[in-house]
């Protein structure tokens, strides 16, 4: 099955800087990766996912890229604000059949600084 | 967005009872769900997908006697932990797909998730 890992697994930033979290995955048929916030006690939201024939994509202060070849993408936050402080999660389809199961990474814990 | 409900937020028991967990596709249907357990600080696992009209396929590790899903209709899964322990105490939240915005799209939506705390 498809394995994720995730680092760094805390990071504090101050504010106004950049943040970089960084992912691996071993299942090359694995073809969507998303990335979800969680804040305490909530729900995982989606804040930006990727597409395996893509090696980019940007969303305001939040950006993303995938290399398939080395099997690695990373989250990038820009202009970081106190709000982002949160845990942060990245994921890749694993694809039995069509069932489309996520597997997590262990997770990022974002503090900004004000 | 498509909405993912989850029933009850909050659930307190004592050890041996069982508990029931609802999860609910709002505004589409749902042939597949999947249930995610999560302990402080961790993240989330999956612990089985649950599919409609037949049996679940449970995670290596997780008991499906301990762990009952029912997917009896195209919007509600329900998972089912029976003789709970305190060990089993954990964050349980479900997710779906929407299968009706086409095959490419694989975006899922997770319900608020269910604190259950076992005494």
């Known amino acids: 099955g498809e394995n994720v890992e995730q680092h760094p697994s805390t990071l504090s930033v101050q504010e106004g800087d950049s943040a970089v979290i960084k992912c691996t995955y071993s299942d090359s048929a694995s073809n969507y990766f998303p990335w979800y916030k969680q804040e305490l006690g909530k729900r995982p939201q989606l804040i930006i996912d990727?597409?395996?024939?893509?090696g980019e994509k940007k969303d305001q202060r939040i950006a993303v890229t995938l290399n398939k070849t080395a099997k690695h993408f990373s989250l990038h936050i820009t202009e970081t604000q106190p709000e982002d402080s949160a845990v942060y999660f990245c994921?890749?389809?694993?694809?039995?059949?069509?069932?489309?199961?996520?597997?997590f990474g262990s997770g990022t814990q974002l503090t900004v600084l004000p | 967005g498509a909405v993912v409900s989850q029933h009850p937020s909050r659930v307190i028991c004592k050890s041996g009872t069982s508990v029931k967990i609802e999860c609910r596709s709002l505004?589409?249907?749902?042939?597949?769900m999947f249930w995610y357990r999560q302990f402080p600080k961790q993240s989330l696992m999956l612990m089985a997908t649950s599919n409609e009209g037949s049996k679940a396929t449970y995670e290596q590790g997780v008991e499906k006697d301990k762990f009952l899903i029912n997917h009896a209709s195209l919007t509600l899964s329900t998972l089912t932990v029976t003789s709970a322990h305190p060990e089993d105490s954990s964050f349980y939240i479900c997710?779906?797909?929407?299968?009706?915005?086409?095959?490419?799209?694989?975006?899922?939506?997770f319900g608020p998730g269910t604190r259950l705390t076992v005494l």
């Open positions: 994921a890749a389809t694993s694809i039995p059949g069509s069932a489309r199961q996520l597997t």
């Open positions: 505004d589409f249907q749902a042939t597949t």
């Open positions: 990727i597409r395996s024939n893509v």
């Open positions: 997710s779906a797909r929407d299968p009706g915005r086409g095959p490419s799209y694989n975006e899922q939506f």
